[in-house]
């Protein structure tokens, strides 16, 4: 299994930015996938989830409402479309899959080695 | 979604036991057996050490176990080893379709 973040950068306060995550070497479309965030030197943050046939969607509420979590499952990318950024965005963002086909948020058995978000 | 809570750090001498506690609520500890904890090493993503309150993946090291009573969740490591030294974090899902963290544990061995 691997997970490939990518998408991160610098933004303005207020600006928007798009993460990508390059699922391989399992079958995308069978697995729930979420964004989990960790800012400098602060612990895990869970930030949104989507169904493995990306109908069904949750948000932290710290992020609802400005952020999108998509998937396109016929190229195994999942997605996190961020707007409206702040400063307390600033985190490394990481992508992990639910550790069963069945479970939306039952835990993470995979995790990419995250994308870094700073906004200022 | 308030976080759980864990303590700030433990440490032991080689060869100990030491247990990290997480104490949450009945939404989402006391709730649901979908308790996890997760091992992260400086600048590394997490790794999955327990699921499921007491589930060991394959190729974890059978000293560590997890438990759980009422709202609190344990992870116990034994025979502390150095490579063990790392930051822990216990979560659980909760009842609002939501997924909750603890705040995160520093374990050091002496």
């Known amino acids: 299994v691997q997970l490939v973040e990518s998408g991160g950068g610098f933004v303005q306060p207020g600006g928007s930015l798009r993460l990508s995550c390059a699922a391989s070497?399992?079958?995308?479309?069978?697995?729930?996938m979420s964004w989990v965030r960790q800012a400098p030197g602060k612990g895990l943050e869970w930030v949104s989830v989507?169904?493995?046939?990306?109908?069904?969607?949750y948000y932290a509420d710290s992020v609802k409402g400005r952020f999108t979590i998509s998937r396109d499952n016929s190229k195994s990318i999942l997605f996190l479309q961020m707007a409206s950024l702040r400063a307390e965005d600033t985190a490394i963002y990481y992508c992990?899959?639910?550790?069963?086909?069945?479970?939306?948020?039952?835990?993470?058995?995979?995790w990419g080695q995250g994308t870094l978000v700073t906004v200022s | 979604q308030s976080a759980l809570t864990q303590p700030a750090s433990v440490s032991g001498s080689p060869e100990e036991s030491i247990t990290i506690s997480c104490t949450g609520s009945s939404s989402d500890v006391g709730g649901f057996n979908f308790v996890s904890w997760y091992q992260q090493h400086p600048g590394k993503a997490p790794k999955v050490m327990i699921y499921d309150v007491t589930k060991r993946p394959s190729g974890v090291s059978n000293r560590f176990s997890g438990s759980k009573s009422g709202n609190t969740a344990s992870l116990t490591i034994s025979g502390l080893q150095a490579e063990d030294e790392a930051d822990y974090y216990c979560?659980?899902?909760?009842?609002?379709?939501?997924?909750?963290f603890g705040t995160g544990t520093k374990v050091s061995v002496l």
């Open positions: 989507i169904s493995a046939s990306g109908a069904t969607t």
């Open positions: 992990a899959r639910s550790k069963s086909r069945w479970e939306l948020l039952g835990g993470f058995d995979y």
């Open positions: 979560s659980s899902f909760t009842g609002s379709n939501t997924y909750v």
């Open positions: 070497e399992f079958t995308f479309s069978d697995y729930a």
